[in-house]
C-alpha cells in the first residue's frame, strides 16, 4: 500500500472534481475494507478518484468502475459530449490507472450504471455515487446499487448539497428511510451508512445542511452569469462549487 500523501500528490495532473478533503475520506474508507470486500464507483472519468480507492485498499479487495464513457455527463456544465471526447476519457483512464499501478486491480465495465448491475455479483461493502447528477439518474444509482450496500456498508455520494439532481435523489431516498444514516461530508462528498434500524436525527443532520446548498447555488448562478468577482466577494473560490 502507498501512503495517501503520495498518492494524492501523483495525481495533481489527472483531471477531476475531487477535493483533497474528498480523496482522503475516500482512502479512509477503502482502507478500513478486508479482503474479500468490494467497491463499485459510478462515474470514473478520468479515474482520480478510482486511483485513490484502489490504493488503498487492502489486497483480497475487488473494485469496480463503472463509466460508459460515453462523451456525457463529463462534468459541470457539460451534459453533452463527442465521441472523440469518449475514447480521450476512456484512453486517459486506463492511462491514469496504468501510471498509478493499480490497473490490474479494476475491473472496468464500460456501461451504464443500470445495465451494469447484474456484472457485480454479491454485497458491495463501500459505494462511490458519482455518476449522472440529474434526478433520475441519481436517484436510479442510489436506489438501485444501495440495495446491494449490506448493513454495516458505506455509501459515499458526490456533488451532494451542491448538485439539484443529485440533493433532491438524496431527499427521495436518504432522508426518510430508516436504512441510510447521515454521517457527515467532505464538502460536496456525503456519507451514509447503512443501518438495519435507522438512528434518530439523521434526517435533522441533512436538513441542516441546506444553507450550505443555498450557498452553492448562489455561487453557481453567479459564476454561469460570469459574475466571478461577485461570487469571490461572497466567499466562493472563484470555482464551480463540489
Known sequence: MSDFESVFASLANVNGWMTRDQARRLWNRAGELASGDTVVEIGSFQG???????SSAPAGVTLYAIDPHGGN?????????????????????????TNAGVRERVTHLRKFSDDALGDVPGAVQLLYVDGAHRYGPASS?????????????????????????????LIAT???????????????????????????????????????????????????AKLKPVAKALGSTGEWPY
Request: net charge positive; glycine share 10%; with cysteine.
Open 73 to 97: 455527463d463529463r462534468g459541470p456544465q457539460e451534459i453533452d459530449g463527442f465521441a472523440d471526447e469518449a475514447e480521450n476519457d476512456h484512453q486517459l483512464f486506463l492511462a491514469n490507472l
Open 141 to 169: 444509482d442510489i436506489r438501485q446499487w444501495g440495495a446491494k450496500v449490506p448493513t454495516g456498508g458505506v455509501m459515499l455520494v458526490h456533488d451532494s448539497f451542491s448538485s439539484i439532481g443529485v440533493t433532491f435523489a
Open 48 to 54: 482520480r478518484s478510482m486511483c485513490v480507492l484502489a
Open 174 to 224: 436518504t432522508w426518510f428511510s430508516k436504512g441510510w444514516v447521515y454521517e457527515g461530508r467532505s464538502q460536496s462528498m456525503a456519507q451514509f451508512r447503512k443501518s438495519s434500524s435507522g438512528r434518530g436525527g439523521s434526517i435533522l443532520r441533512q436538513v441542516a445542511q441546506l444553507p450550505y446548498f443555498a450557498k452553492n447555488l448562489v455561487y453557481k448562478v453567479l459564476l454561469a
